[in-house]
T-cell receptor, first 117, second 113 residues
């Protein structure tokens, strides 16, 4: 079964420090993609970063990087130099193929990050 | 560029009432989806569409109906609202390429009394 697991319901970090949010996944499909989304208190879903299963290098987008360990089926999000505005809920999601070629997303339960000054 | 627009933003219904959540996109994306978000469960797929005239069920389709008559619009209908359908509903769109992220609307917060 295809599944995303985020084991940290809540995390906190001091401003300017780095933090790692954990994500493990389960799939038998050799072709998959992993996404991280941020959901601030205002409620919108903001795309952060993407990692494809065949990508040779870990994805990076500004202060966000994805620590992709394929053998361990983990795709942890690393946020460097945390800012107060990083306080939000973070969701890991996996692309799974459906009939007709549609790529649905399977979401984890999320991790709530609090950045302290 | 509006992107993905959901209306209404908030709605309170009584059990048994019906209503339609609207989703419109101006991104010319083929794929559109409806998710519901419940505490501690992430987002779960309700229905999706891979193009005008084509819809299919997701993970939690019961109690919901969809149609896709145009590329731009993908309304979600609650046929007879139940308290278990109290949730935040998100519409999302994406291009037909596997590495493209889904773009989400701002959500509709729905309460069923």
């Amino acid at each position: 079964a295809q599944k995303i697991t985020q084991t940290q319901p809540g995390m906190f970090v001091q401003e300017k420090e780095a933090v790692t949010l954990d994500c493990t996944y389960d799939t038998s499909d050799p072709s998959y993609g992993l996404f991280w989304y941020k959901q601030p208190s205002s409620g919108e879903m903001i795309f952060l970063i993407y990692q494809g299963s065949y990508d040779q290098q870990n994805a990076t987008e500004g202060r966000y990087s994805l620590n992709f360990q394929k053998a361990r089926k983990s795709a942890n999000l690393v946020i460097s130099a945390s800012q107060l505005g990083d306080s939000a809920m973070y969701f890991c999601a996996m692309r799974a193929r459906e009939a007709g070629g549609y790529n649905k997303l399977i979401f984890g339960a999320g991790t709530r990050l609090a950045v302290h000054p | 560029n509006a992107g993905v627009t959901q209306t209404p933003k908030f709605q309170v219904l009584k059990t048994g009432q019906s209503m339609t959540l609207q989703c419109a996109q101006d991104m010319n994306h083929e794929y559109m989806s409806w998710y519901r978000q419940d505490p501690g469960m992430g987002l779960r797929l309700i229905h999706y569409s891979v193009g005008a005239g084509i819809t299919d069920q997701g993970e939690v389709p019961n109690g919901y109906n969809v149609s896709r008559s145009t590329t731009e619009d993908f309304p979600l209908r609650l046929l007879s609202a139940a308290p278990s359908q109290t949730s935040v509903y998100f519409c999302a769109t994406n291009q037909a390429y596997s590495n493209q992220p889904q773009h989400f609307g701002d959500g509709t917060r729905l309460s069923i009394l």
